[in-house]
């Protein structure tokens, strides 16, 4: 994970493509390109255990968001839920970014989750990791304006 990608001129016009593009595919794309990641972690030897799932993600995601971070600054929060019915995260990256990534941990396994308020079936905020009724109320005493609010 330190070494930086390197050679390969088509390779990385199609990195740039990936990583730049709008709209659902390049999401996808990218969700995909954290995944792939993640694989080739794995296939290093470096392991998710299942019994102890907290302390690998703590010690591996972070590396994965720093990654996202150096490259492509402000653009990028990992997010890992775990249980399902548990809003908070089991891990969160530190700084807010243009565009959340959100993956679902199970028995080991990373899988993208597309819709995040699908996962809890109501609207979801990242900033309160919790799910709300009404946007307007919510918008009212989300923590992330408020924390806005208190800068200026
Ligand atoms: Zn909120």
């Given at each position: 994970m330190h070494k930086k990608i390197k050679g390969d001129p088509h390779k990385n016009k199609r990195f740039q493509r990936l990583v730049n593009g709008n709209g659902q595919f390049?999401?996808?794309?990218?969700?995909?390109?954290?995944?792939?990641?993640?694989?080739?972690?794995?296939?290093?030897?470096?392991?998710?255990?299942?019994?102890?799932?907290?302390y690998t993600v703590d010690k591996h995601v972070p590396i994965i968001q720093d990654y996202l971070n150096e490259r492509w600054p402000n653009e990028y929060r990992l997010s890992i839920f775990g249980q399902r019915g548990r809003m908070r995260p089991m891990w969160k990256g530190t700084n807010r970014a243009r565009q959340e990534i959100c993956l679902f941990l199970k028995n080991g396994h990373y899988s993208p989750i597309r819709f995040i308020s699908n996962l809890f079936g109501a609207p979801y905020c990242m900033e309160c990791e919790s799910t709300y009724g009404n946007s307007i109320d919510h918008r009212a005493k989300c923590v992330s304006i408020l924390g806005k609010m208190n800068k200026f």
């Open positions: 390049a999401k996808r794309r990218r969700e995909k390109l954290v995944l792939d990641i993640l694989k080739n972690m794995w296939r290093r030897g470096i392991k998710y255990q299942m019994d102890e799932p907290a």
